[in-house]
């Protein structure tokens, strides 16, 4: 697959909320471990609330995103709702006056998101946070779209560089939210909002994949 339309850009997010809600409990174990335990029904609830809006017909994809984000943001609440806002707003911006999604497209999408979730949030690589499964599927994507490179090929890399930024927080302490009172505690343990945000990866690269095995390309 080259490029993605309204329709299959929705069929693609229906799919990543699906999953997202589905690993629930798995989030919610992830972040016993450092935190309240509910990273999970945060993340469900926001993608619950997601999927609403993709019920919707929208205008174009600067407005699918937009509302996407607003709906995760009322929903989610804490420190994650406004994070979720900021990735999707990055992706309004990224699409504004596009009808289409390319691995370009896509890797700006991320690129802008990454940019404002690292502004708005104030997180860097390195701080046991999203951020360290972000930032490194964020670089492969941009390498992948100037490698030419199809939208399952740009996300497959993504992916793994995402779940390699997540398993690389086991070693950090953390230094953002509430974990970094813990210290050197916090050490040993992988971050939940790093394993989210990785999943999200997983969840798309697999949907181009399957969808291009359907296709036939």
Do not use: W
């Amino acid at each position: 697959m080259t490029e993605m339309n309204m329709c299959r850009t929705v069929s693609l997010f229906e799919y990543v909320a699906e999953e997202m809600i589905s690993r629930e409990k798995y989030f919610c174990q992830l972040d016993s471990g450092l935190g309240d335990g509910d990273h999970g029904v945060t993340i469900s609830r926001g993608f619950r609330a997601a999927q609403q809006i993709l019920q919707q017909p929208q205008e174009t994809l600067e407005k699918l995103f937009q509302n996407v984000g607003s709906a995760m943001m009322s929903s989610m609440g804490g420190a994650i709702g406004p994070i979720y806002a900021l990735l999707f707003q990055g992706f309004a911006q990224a699409v504004a006056g596009k009808e289409k999604i390319d691995l370009s497209a896509a890797a700006d999408m991320f690129e802008k998101g990454a940019s404002e979730v690292s502004i708005g949030a104030d997180v860097q690589e390195g701080q046991k946070t999203m951020f360290d499964a972000l930032a490194p599927a964020v670089r492969v994507l941009k390498q992948s779209a100037k490698e030419g490179k199809s939208l399952s090929e740009g996300f497959l890399a993504a992916r793994k560089a995402a779940e390699r930024g997540a398993e690389d927080t086991v070693d950090m302490m953390a230094k953002k939210g509430r974990a970094r009172f813990l210290r050197e505690k916090s050490i040993g343990h992988k971050d939940a909002g790093a394993g989210s945000m990785a999943a999200l990866f997983v969840s798309v690269s697999d949907f181009l994949v399957r969808e291009e095995e359907r296709s036939g390309n």
